[in-house]
């Protein structure tokens, strides 16, 4: 398993959201997530799906959120591994890019078959059992189009849509895709005229290209050896502790992958779930305690405890005295109880 299940939310995603008159603050509210979110974007997969599914709340009308959106996010606000698509030398080339370096921001998966006269993309979840909302469905689908529009310059159409649930407003998509929306599909999946594959961009760049390719192809060699499993059930408790304790098949399900299967992983790695659980609110507990802005009880329910008294006795055990005096003792001030 390698870094799959931390995601990074381009800023431009919020920028596009105030353009659309949707504060990041009421989105991420409407998520039930922290408000570092929106400073510090990098989240779980099911935290991602949150997010985009309290936009659909928010806007309320699928279709129009989808439309909305995908043509109100300049391309100025593009993150690298998007730019790399939008400066490719055609149509193909950018659909090409796009489902390599989609590896870079999951989770969604794009499956490209050329046949015939057709060119089909199919999206799929990438490490993951759980489906993502429709929004996010139809936006991943639609920017696809979008990419081909802005590049050549043309007003390209697609031959079929196809989505698994409802979308909101059809009439409304199948005006801007320009094709029939099959609605109750087995798969999500966009169909294009394979003929406009060959259409050459207008943004092509082989400048920049030459600048961005081996490093967007540098940070997918890293990301596939970068994190192990043990650092990765690490990050995901740390950013879950705050709805409670986190159980082994919750963080199993944000790696993809059975409770079972998590165990024997981190018994390889010389750990077990139960020990990472410890040291992870150890390590926050002492986090915490540094901000003296902070009083214990908030730190008791930031890394998990549902009273004070049972992180008392836990930290006890952990450093041999009471918050309030490690605190004292570390930081020179006066207990916060």
């Not at 991943?140 to 909101?168: C, D, I, K, N, W």
């Not at 207008?202 to 390719?213: D, F, G, M, P, W």
């Not at 990472?276 to 902070?294: F, G, I, W």
Request: net charge negative; proline share 5%.
């Amino acid at each position: 398993m390698t870094s799959h299940a931390r995601i990074k939310i381009p800023a431009g995603f919020w920028t596009g959201l105030r353009q659309l008159g949707i504060a990041a603050h009421d989105v991420v509210r409407k998520a039930r997530l922290p408000l570092t979110i929106i400073t510090e974007p990098v989240v779980t997969t099911t935290q991602y799906f949150a997010i985009w599914q309290a936009y659909s709340d928010l806007i309320d009308d699928t279709a129009k959120g989808i439309i909305e959106l995908v043509t109100a996010f300049e391309t100025t606000h593009y993150p690298p591994a998007v730019l790399a698509t939008y400066h490719a030398r055609d149509y193909r080339d950018a659909l090409k890019r796009m489902a390599r370096y989609k590896q870079l921001c999951p989770p969604e998966s794009l499956r490209i078959t050329e046949e015939g006269e057709h060119c089909t993309i199919e999206l799929e979840w990438l490490n993951t059992e759980q489906a993502g909302p429709p929004m996010l469905v139809g936006i991943t689908l639609a920017f696809l189009l979008e990419l081909g529009r802005r590049g050549t310059g043309q007003p390209l159409t697609a031959r079929l849509v196809e989505f698994s649930h409802s979308m909101g407003d059809v009439q409304a998509l199948e005006a801007y895709f320009g094709c029939r929306i099959r609605i109750g599909a087995n798969c999500n999946r966009l169909t294009l005229h394979r003929g406009d594959l060959d259409r050459p961009f207008v943004s092509y760049n082989a400048e920049l290209l030459e600048i961005l390719t081996p490093a967007l192809d540098q940070s997918l060699d890293e990301q596939k050896h970068s994190l192990s499993i043990t650092e990765m059930v690490k990050w995901i408790m740390k950013r879950s502790l705050t709805a409670g304790r986190p159980d082994i098949q919750t963080v199993a399900s944000e790696l993809g992958m059975s409770d079972r299967t998590l165990q024997r992983r981190l018994t390889d790695e010389g750990t077990s779930f139960k020990h990472l659980l410890t040291q992870v609110r150890h390590e926050q507990a002492r986090e915490y305690l540094a901000d003296p802005s902070l009083d214990i009880k908030e730190v008791a329910f930031l890394i998990g405890y549902e009273d004070q008294n049972s992180f008392y006795r836990a930290f006890r055990l952990w450093e041999g005295d009471t918050p309030s005096n490690w605190r004292t003792e570390h930081l020179g001030t006066n207990p916060i109880n």
